[in-house]
């Protein structure tokens, strides 16, 4: 699969594999010159419990809507 560079120096990583390997916009990464090769890895990132909690969140649409505000609340703090 071929991908062209701009002028930037960016590269877009085809939405196929971004969707097979769950990246996100604002996912880090490091580039590693392997001598033949230049690898992208994911850099693991500490999420906070607000973060944690939107991640769960993530493809449920509408379905804590009909919680209330202290059930809401000892979810995010994984009561």
Do not use: C, Y
């Not at 996912?27 to 944690?52: H, K, M, S």
């Amino acid at each position: 699969m071929g991908m062209l560079m701009n002028s930037k120096g960016q590269v877009t990583v085809p939405a196929e594999i971004r969707a097979k390997r769950g990246w996100h916009p604002g996912d880090a990464f490091e580039i590693v010159d392997e001598g033949d090769e230049v690898v992208l890895r994911p850099v693991p990132q500490e999420e906070t419990r607000g973060e944690r909690f939107a991640r769960s969140l993530r493809g449920k649409g509408t379905a804590n809507m009909d919680k209330s505000t202290d059930e809401l609340m000892e979810m995010l703090r994984g009561e």
